[in-house]
């Protein structure tokens, strides 16, 4: 009888032992609950800066707070229950910039200027604009009942991506005007972006507009695990295996002049530029759309 009381008591401390591990001192739990939500974070510059502090390298910085991918994508989870949560990740971004060039008005007589008089100018103007839309949605499932946690699940996703750049040129090209008044393509106009180039006559001839487009699709399942070091703050990464899709297209504006058999005239012509597909079923095929899900991540929970 004895033996037996020694035996269940052993086994009562035990079972109390392994509950107190999914509870801290303070008594916070572990685990995320029912009604949690959760944000995905990159742990990489948070091992790198106490890796170098215990390693004393002299190449420790203070680490930044970076998305939990590689492309700027913001990963989220809502727990419906407590082994299973809905996954979502989101990007939605645009930006443009403008630059501005001074240029020699190329059809003004400046025959009679003197110093310290400035010869009439012209603007050359880019501007350059992007956008990039990303958007993915799935379920998860869990496994485990101690802070080691394994997790699986499918999700879907999408990206929409464009570029932009428009080119407008102060000197506009003239045909059949005798000098000053002739004004042709001129390396003056060159911001170094590609935009001098040939028409598909040979002739010299400049960017009036520039776009592509992508599109991104993936279905994908995973499997992954995260440790618990801390109340509702986990380190972990996934792996994922599905299909992927993309497209990419484009087209580009010039202008020149050339000669239509009769005399020069100035022309405009629209180049398509090749278009590109890919499809593949593999390991993270569209990491495009959902990120870089082979990287460590801390996962923060509340």
């Not at 407590?82 to 645009?94: H, P, Q, S, V």
């Not at 059809?107 to 100018?121: E, F, H, I, Q």
């Amino acid at each position: 009888m004895k033996k037996l009381s020694i035996l269940v008591g052993a086994l009562t401390l035990t079972s109390s032992l392994f509950a107190q591990d999914l509870t801290s001192k303070k008594g916070e739990n572990y685990m995320p609950e029912q009604g949690d939500w959760a944000l995905g974070i990159d742990a990489v510059p948070f091992l790198n800066y106490f890796g170098n502090f215990i390693g004393g390298d002299g190449l420790n910085v203070a680490p930044n707070w970076n998305w939990a991918s590689n492309n700027q994508t913001i990963v989220g989870k809502y727990f419906v229950e407590e082994k299973m949560a809905y996954r979502g990740a989101l990007r939605i971004g645009f930006g443009s910039t403008s630059t501005t060039v001074m240029v020699a008005d190329r059809a003004a007589d400046n025959s009679g200027l003197v110093y310290p008089a400035m010869p009439p100018m012209k603007e050359n103007v880019m501007k350059d604009g992007a956008m990039n839309i990303g958007l993915a949605g799935g379920l998860e499932w869990r496994k485990g009942n101690t802070r080691l946690q394994g997790f699986y699940g499918a999700e879907l996703g999408f990206n929409l991506g464009s570029n932009k750049e428009t080119y407008d040129y102060g000197n506009g090209l003239v045909a059949n005007v005798a000098e000053p008044a002739f004004v042709g393509v001129d390396p003056a106009d060159d911001f170094g972006t590609g935009n001098m180039t040939t028409d598909s006559y040979g002739n010299d001839a400049r960017v009036l507009e520039a776009k592509t487009s992508m599109f991104g699709l993936g279905l994908r399942g995973f499997i992954g695990a995260e440790y618990f070091v801390l109340p509702k703050l986990s380190v972990g990464a996934e792996f994922g295996w599905g299909l992927g899709f993309m497209s990419m297209s484009g087209s580009t504006e010039i202008e020149s002049i050339g000669n239509n058999g009769a005399a020069d005239v100035v022309g405009t012509q629209t180049m398509e530029a090749d278009k590109v597909s890919m499809f593949g079923i593999d390991t993270d095929i569209n990491n495009t759309v959902f990120g870089n899900p082979g990287q460590l991540k801390i996962t923060l929970h509340f």
